[in-house]
């Protein structure tokens, strides 16, 4: 007896569709799910790092063409005649062509940047102050002394080289009209020999650069900064600005201010310098939402995972009790055949090839009793052929010991022909009727057509005339036996005994290229073309039962390779010719 196996081996069919739903639903998920939280956390990573690299670098740009447009305004304003002819008057009178065209000058050279932008003209003495707004009192050079306003672009740059304009963020203030200046360009403005007459200075307002940059509203914060006074200002949050220790993106750089992207434990941040100027744009995007975007996703994958399996375990069972049913009550149906039981029983089932496997299985059950039946019929019929057989054995018996009888009577009273046709006749006999052996020597054969023969001649006398002729190799080859009387006595029955004069009747055995012949001829009446059909197999329900006999025998014996040709001419005689391999040369080449 077999061990039984524990549960966790034994192959049902539960598990099996089990495993096979895991491997279809929760083995993709479950990969899918490791390679997310494996490689997808510095996939995102990465793209958060490319996406804050191209939007810094992309706002740079911006920054610089706006930057470097407004210190173009400033050089044309600068270096104008009239501005410098009006810093040498170190005048200005009110409501003048002069004052006018400078007005102009200042609100033409700054046309479509009234609320981005201001321009501030202010001479060394502070008499000349002049602005396309309200002039800054920051501006104001009649009130400083030597500690000038710390928020002054022109006090943090006394300094100045004569032909430099400086752009600077550490003037963030609020300007007089309310709106919060986040960047100053200024430049000097000099008479024709180099005399500094005084200054002009841009200030760009907060939504000159906040409105073009971050566009896309991705970047959690847009830093413009100077490495030089490590004072920064926020382009999202223009309310923000300071010294770097108020931003913790720019305090984590360490003085690398180089263009690179950095992680944060928050965050993702690119640093980028800004073409053309001193200052450098540092933006960040806050990674916390994809992290818990990753964490959501994850968290699905777990849910759906584990609603998959469930699934899984109920449709395996849904499934599996959907077939194991039908499969053991087939099952316990085979079982009950197979101890003897040949019940058919029909049953229904969903599926459909459940239901042609019963169909198929009563019809074999079906068959099954039917085959019993006809092998019990066949068995009977067995049974009763053997019983004849039996009962019939003993007629040869009595008919040689009469036919023994006859010859010795016919032998006393000196009777020779009768004396040889019970000869004759007793071998005729007992070649038909011995079933020990299938087959026999042409020799044999040969004999028994002598015998035959010598019979027939007794009867019709010198009108027979006989030629027979056995090649002497071919003497101990093996044929099926009554191959060549049945032909014999058809030439005589069939071909002779209708003709007047002469008859006829050759019968040569010969070997010929490894193959042995058989020739039956006679000068019978014969028989038109088409008496016989060319298939010799259709001859199977016909009356000429003779020749299909030793036709098929012959077929059975030697296959394709027996040849079998029956021809005749009315009026001349017909003509059956045999051929078949020699087996004794077949097996003495093998040999």
């Not at 004999?447 to 030629?467: H, N």
């Not at 060319?534 to 009356?543: C, I």
């Amino acid at each position: 007896m077999k061990p039984r196996l524990p549960f966790w081996r034994t192959k049902t069919l539960f598990s099996r569709l089990l495993l096979y739903f895991l491997i279809v639903l929760i083995i993709p998920l479950g990969l899918f799910s490791a390679y997310y939280a494996l490689i997808g956390g510095r996939n995102q990573e990465r793209y958060l790092q490319n996406q804050t690299m191209n939007l810094v670098y992309n706002d740079a740009a911006k920054v610089a063409d706006i930057l470097e447009s407004y210190r173009h305004k400033a050089y044309q304003l600068s270096t104008n005649p009239l501005v410098v002819k009006i810093m040498e008057d170190d005048e200005v009178v009110p409501n003048s062509d002069e004052s006018r065209d400078l007005y102009q000058l200042l609100f033409s050279t700054m046309k479509g940047d009234t609320y981005l932008a201001s321009a501030n003209l202010v001479s060394n003495s502070g008499k000349v102050r002049l602005s396309t707004h309200t002039f800054p009192d920051v501006y104001d050079l009649r009130y400083h002394g030597n500690d000038w306003e710390v928020n002054s672009i022109i006090s943090q740059n006394s300094d100045l080289s004569p032909t430099a304009s400086i752009i600077s963020i550490r003037g963030h203030r609020l300007a007089e009209n309310g709106r919060q200046v986040i960047a100053s360009i200024l430049r000097r403005i000099y008479d024709s020999v180099g005399t500094n007459l005084g200054y002009l200075v841009i200030d760009i307002y907060a939504d000159a650069l906040a409105t073009q940059v971050n566009s896309e509203r991705v970047l959690s914060d847009l830093l413009l900064f100077e490495t030089n006074s490590f004072y920064a200002t926020s382009l999202v949050h223009t309310e923000q600005f300071g010294t770097f220790d108020k931003f913790p993106v720019i305090s984590d750089l360490k003085g690398d201010y180089s263009r690179r992207t950095l992680r944060t434990p928050t965050s993702v941040a690119s640093i980028a310098p800004v073409p053309g100027t001193g200052l450098h744009l540092a933006g960040s995007i806050n990674s916390a939402p994809f992290e818990a975007s990753l964490d959501r996703w994850l968290y699905a994958f777990s849910i759906t995972m584990g609603v998959g399996l469930v699934l899984a375990m109920i449709l395996s069972f849904l499934f599996s009790r959907s077939i194991v049913r039908p499969i053991r009550n087939l099952a316990s149906r085979m079982a009950e055949v197979e101890e003897g039981t040949l019940e058919t029983k029909e049953t229904d089932s969903d599926i459909r090839e459940f239901t042609q496997l019963e169909h198929s299985f009563n019809v074999m059950v079906r068959q099954i009793v039917s085959l019993l039946e006809l092998t019990r019929e066949e068995q009977e019929k067995v049974s009763e052929a053997e019983r004849k057989a039996l009962e019939s054995q003993m007629n040869p018996h009595f008919l040689f010991n009469t036919l023994n009888t006859i010859k010795a009577l016919a032998k006393l009273h000196g009777e020779p022909d009768i004396y040889t046709i019970t000869v004759k006749l007793g071998k005729l006999l007992r070649s038909t009727i011995d079933n020990h052996e299938s087959e026999c020597t042409l020799a044999e054969s040969m004999a028994l057509i002598d015998s035959y023969l010598t019979i027939q001649k007794l009867r019709f006398g010198e009108k027979l005339k006989v030629t027979t002729y056995l090649d002497p190799s071919c003497s101990q080859v093996k044929t099926p036996k009554l191959i060549i009387q049945p032909l014999v006595e058809n030439s005589i029955i069939h071909g002779l005994e209708p003709k007047t004069g002469e008859w006829r009747v050759d019968v040569r055995v010969e070997r010929n290229n490894g193959r042995i012949f058989i020739t039956i001829r006679d000068n019978g009446i014969g028989f038109p073309a088409g008496t016989l059909p060319e298939n010799l197999d259709e001859l199977a329900n016909s009356t000429h039962v003779g020749v299909y006999n030793v036709y098929r025998r012959l077929v059975l014996k030697y296959g394709r390779g027996m040849n079998f040709l029956l021809s005749s001419k009315p009026g001349e005689g017909t003509q059956v010719l045999i051929s078949f391999p020699d087996d004794q040369d077949e097996k003495g080449s093998d040999r």
